[in-house]
């Protein structure tokens, strides 16, 4: 298929329905609502619903509804309206269904600003909701990685029975670019018939969907069949891109848009003839910790580059494991890293000033 | 022998949790005759909220999908749209319906969502331990109401029946109670009317039911369908609301 030029937000409704999708509920907010507005198009012309909830509280429990239902099935919001999908995702996730969340972050706390950002990166892979639960988090660095995390990632979906979210920042939900719509790596995927709630048909018993386990015993052993899922998820899943890691004397960490700064400022330290390595997680959970053991053992320290003020720089930290010494740099609000800010913290590692 | 009295396909055989003459049981006996009799049973799917009814995905013997606390009505929006054939209901209590999930009722009906609602009322959270609900009457105690609902404190009990009859997407309103066999005959053709609705494509119903709760009243059974009778019904008067235009 030829490329086609396309703005991140309305791409993922046009991969999210090349992915099979037809049923979206969302509610509006800043800088998500193309999204919203090219499913309202483009899904009835394919047999799909479009449905504007009355918030996110309640669009996140229709997506609940819809999985349940057996559908491939997602929504989308930016990151005050993530906050108010927290509880239905813990339900989700207890429940074991799968679909898509797609938070296009801005600024917080609180209204924050309209600004690109990374600051839920703690909310997404760390929980949000209550309870010991997992989501698969995925953070796309272009607009066609962010096609083709949104097909695949219904297939993770599916194939795990989990909700996986796609964490992108503004920027890329806004930025222009040709995409390809690829077919994603081929995945055996279980078949739903026996666990939908979709009418018994007077041909089989009832099926219950449900988070709920009174007896301690019942619930711990969900907890565990939840962690058992889990680890499968961490050894089959992750994905990470890295450059010269074995080689350099400086590794930067970033994801996202943010890691298309990184490697600018690494190109421009490489005519400078400095080796700096990049490692960039594209999946946030499960996190690429085995990456960080292939780092060149004289390296001289990793520096983490994010847009909030360090929040993946704990997974960092957990994954050197006191290795390295491990360094921040960070702009937040909509204010942006520049290459010159991160080319400049990188040389003072280099030369022991830091 | 002529059979007159028999358990209906619509329950399972799991002994309920309710205590001793709570109504939620009636209630749900009436539900699911309700959807055995008229035949779609085995296309429905039930949400259940959060409540004393917690566990009525373990009872009504059909699909069923247990919602967060008040997000019943868009869990059943959900399933709806996927399932349009599909017969989608809710039973919800007061606290979840008329509180924590107001939104989510208020707009289910606004949209016209082709689900049903069963309504329980029995002004308290009973779940909980008794503590005041919305619809707690003026005076009534509850846990945090020690001294009564004082309505300069937190305003009068809110009445989900009449606020809903007033959205044009809201088809069949009908407030019922089932506290003496007439009433209970009542309440049947009310939730079988309310169903017919959404059977037919017409639109969102409810059936709002005045039930008692003996163990956080602090009263018998039997005083507790008296108080119900002396002190909800004037607050909170039975009939019919509303029914789709042309239908008796
Ligand atoms: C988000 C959330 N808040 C609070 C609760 C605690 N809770 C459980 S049941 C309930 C009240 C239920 O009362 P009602 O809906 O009137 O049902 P009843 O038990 O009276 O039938 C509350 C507050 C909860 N489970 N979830
Ligand atoms: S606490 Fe009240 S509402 Fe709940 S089962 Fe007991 S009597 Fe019924
Ligand atoms: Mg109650």
Redesign the interface.
């Known amino acids: 298929m030829a490329k086609v030029l396309m703005k991140g937000n309305e791409a993922v409704g046009a991969a999210a329905i090349e992915a099979g999708c037809r049923y979206f509920f969302g509610y509006p907010i800043t800088p998500q609502s193309e999204l919203p507005e090219y499913m309202a198009r483009e899904l009835p012309k394919v047999g799909g619903v479009f449905l504007q909830a009355e918030s996110e509280i309640a669009a996140i429990n229709m997506v609940y509804g819809a999985a349940g239902a057996g559908a491939r099935v997602m929504t989308s919001s930016s990151s005050p309206g993530i906050s108010l999908k927290q509880e239905g995702i813990s339900y989700i996730a207890g429940a074991e269904l799968p679909c898509l969340i797609v938070n296009m972050m801005r600024g917080g706390p609180g209204l924050g600003s309209i600004q690109p950002s990374q600051t839920d990166y703690f909310q997404a892979t760390r929980g949000g909701g209550n309870g010991d639960y997992r989501v698969v988090v995925l953070a796309p660095s272009n607009v066609q990685e962010l096609v083709d995390l949104i097909i695949e990632g219904f297939d993770i979906a599916d194939q795990y029975r989990n909700p996986v979210m796609i964490l992108g920042d503004g920027m890329i939900g806004q930025m222009m670019e040709p995409v390809e719509f690829k077919k994603p790596k081929q995945r055996e995927l279980p078949p739903k018939d026996d666990w939908i709630t979709n009418g018994t048909k007077g041909k089989r018993k009832p099926h219950i969907i449900n988070s709920l386990y009174l007896a301690p015993e019942e619930l711990e052993a969900h907890n565990i069949k939840l962690q058992e899922k889990y680890r499968k998820i961490r050894e089959n899943e992750v994905k990470v891109e890295s450059y010269n890691i074995e080689d350099a004397d400086v590794v930067i960490a970033a994801y996202g848009t943010t890691a298309r700064i990184v490697k600018t400022a690494i190109s421009q330290l490489e005519r400078e003839g400095y080796k700096v390595g990049l490692i960039r997680p594209i999946t946030l959970w499960p996190y690429p910790y085995d990456e960080f053991k292939k780092i060149n053992p004289q390296c001289k320290g990793i520096l983490t580059v994010e847009m909030n003020t360090g929040q993946m720089l704990d997974d960092v930290k957990i994954a050197v494991e006191g290795r390295f010494p491990v360094y921040f740099h960070g702009r937040t609000g909509g204010m942006v890293p520049t290459p010159n800010e991160i080319i400049e913290k990188v040389k003072r590692i280099h030369g022991g000033e830091m | 022998m002529a059979i007159v009295f028999e358990k209906t396909k619509g329950l399972?055989d799991v002994q309920t949790h309710y205590c001793p003459g709570c109504t939620h049981g009636i209630i749900h006996r009436l539900v699911a005759e309700a959807l055995e009799e008229l035949g779609v049973?085995?296309?429905?799917?039930g949400?259940a909220p959060v409540g004393c009814s917690?566990?009525a995905?373990?009872y009504?013997?059909?699909?069923?999908?247990?919602?967060?606390h008040g997000?019943a009505p868009?869990?059943?929006?959900?399933?709806?749209?996927?399932?349009p054939d599909?017969?989608v209901f809710t039973y919800q209590g007061d606290g979840d319906l008329a509180s924590i999930g107001t939104?989510?009722i208020?707009?289910a009906a606004h949209r016209g969502e082709k689900i049903s609602t069963i309504f329980v009322n029995n002004a308290i959270y009973g779940m909980t331990g008794g503590q005041m609900a919305p619809t707690t009457l003026v005076g009534q105690k509850a846990t945090t109401a020690p001294f009564g609902r004082d309505e300069a404190h937190c305003g009068k009990p809110i009445r989900m029946s009449e606020l809903l009859a007033t959205i044009d997407g809201a088809k069949f309103v009908e407030r019922v109670t089932v506290i003496s066999p007439a009433h209970v005959r009542k309440a049947k053709k009310a939730i079988k009317e309310c169903f017919k609705v959404q059977i037919e494509g017409k639109g969102f119903g409810i059936v709002e039911v005045l039930s008692t709760c003996p163990t956080n009243w602090g009263m018998t059974p039997t005083e507790a369908l008296k108080w119900l009778e002396e002190n909800m019904i004037p607050y909170y008067p039975l009939g019919n609301f509303k029914r789709p235009e042309g239908v008796e």
Do not use: P, Q, S, W
């Open positions: 399972t049973l085995d296309k429905a799917i949400v917690v566990l995905y373990k009504f013997n059909c699909d069923m999908h247990e919602a967060a997000r868009a869990v059943a929006t959900g399933i709806k749209r996927v399932l599909n017969f939104a989510e208020v707009h």
